[in-house]
Structure formats: structure tokens, C-alpha cells
Nanobody, 124 residues
């Protein structure tokens, strides 16, 4: 089992940056694919980024490619999402998730564990 707790959200002006963190507990973390998703008010949850167990492979949604960076530190059981050049449309609750598999995946239904979310608000 994996338990996930996000932090680092907040309010920022357009063009600003935030670093989101997700601390995990449970042995399965080190061999799990990890992902970040977000859900804006009135919208469905959408994929943002994913990273494999080693950190060597990543995949991003087109909407954040070049602005966001996902990384992980298995020694600290933590996954990060560095968000730069933020836009008002990035406003959402951001969730981290863990999938008990080794293949990168962007479907929310493929993830087994979820955090409670951290809110990001970007003002124009």
C-alpha cells in the first residue's frame, strides 16, 4: 500500500512558479510509476505528468510540456512537480498518484493510490 500527501500549493501570479511535493509512505513507492493530475472547477480530472520508478523516463501533457518538470527522489520517497510560467488556466487542485506498474501511463484509472490534493491558484 502507498499513502500520498501533497504540499506546496498556493496562490501565485501569472508567470510565477511553484514546486509541488508529494511525500509517500509504503515500500511500493520505489517501484511505482508516479503521476500528477489536476482538476479545475467544473472540469474532469486531467493528466499532467508521469515518471517511471527510476526517474529516467517521463511523459507530459501537451498543455504543460516545457513549463512543468516532474522528478522523484526515492531516498526521500518524494515526487515533485516544478511548475514554471504558470497561467491562469493552470488553476486547479493538483493530485499525485501511484500506479503499481513499471510502464508510464496517463490514464487516471490505471493509478492505484491517490493523495488528497493541493490547490494551485494562478491570478492574471
Amino acid at each position: 500500500q502507498v499513502q500520498l500527501v501533497e504540499s506546496g500549493g498556493g496562490m501565485v501570479q501569472a508567470g510565477g512558479s511553484l514546486r509541488l511535493s508529494c511525500a509517500a509512505s509504503g515500500r511500493a513507492f520505489r517501484t511505482s510509476v508516479l503521476g500528477w493530475f489536476r482538476q479545475a472547477p467544473g472540469k474532469e480530472r486531467e493528466f499532467v505528468a508521469t515518471i517511471d520508478w527510476s526517474g529516467a523516463s517521463t511523459y507530459y501533457a501537451d498543455s504543460v510540456k516545457g513549463r512543468f518538470t516532474i522528478s522523484r527522489d526515492n531516498t526521500k520517497s518524494t515526487v515533485y512537480l516544478q511548475t514554471n510560467s504558470l497561467k491562469p488556466e493552470d488553476t486547479a487542485v493538483y493530485y499525485c498518484a501511484a500506479a503499481l506498474q513499471r510502464t508510464l501511463v496517463s490514464r487516471a484509472s490505471s493509478y492505484d493510490y491517490w493523495g488528497q490534493g493541493t490547490r494551485v491558484t494562478v491570478s492574471s
